[in-house]
């Protein structure tokens, strides 16, 4: 990998995992995360709409906004028709 210097160079790096982070994540946090990432997959899918996505999984854009930042998640009824949805799209 190369990074852009200040002044216009570039210099070699090589990324480095933090593993105490990785050994630290719940799995409510993976959990959460995968929820987020369904849901951005599935907007890609709409065109971006979350208005079109909350209305194909009967919930407020609200709720759909929430679960895509990961700060909610979904009921297990609402994961399973996300999960069906983004399956059948």
Do not use: N
């Not at 995992?17 to 709409?46: G, H, K, M, N, P």
């Amino acid at each position: 990998m190369m990074r852009l210097m200040p002044d216009g160079s570039w210099d070699a790096i090589s990324p480095q995992a933090d593993w105490e982070r990785i050994d630290r994540t719940t799995d409510a946090e993976i959990e959460r995360q995968e929820i987020a990432d369904l849901v951005e997959d599935a907007l890609e899918l709409e065109a971006g709409s979350l208005t079109a996505l909350a209305a194909r999984l009967e919930v407020s854009p609200a709720s759909v906004r929430r679960w895509r930042r990961g700060r909610v998640m979904p009921s297990m009824a609402h994961q399973q028709r996300l999960k069906r949805l983004f399956a059948a799209l």
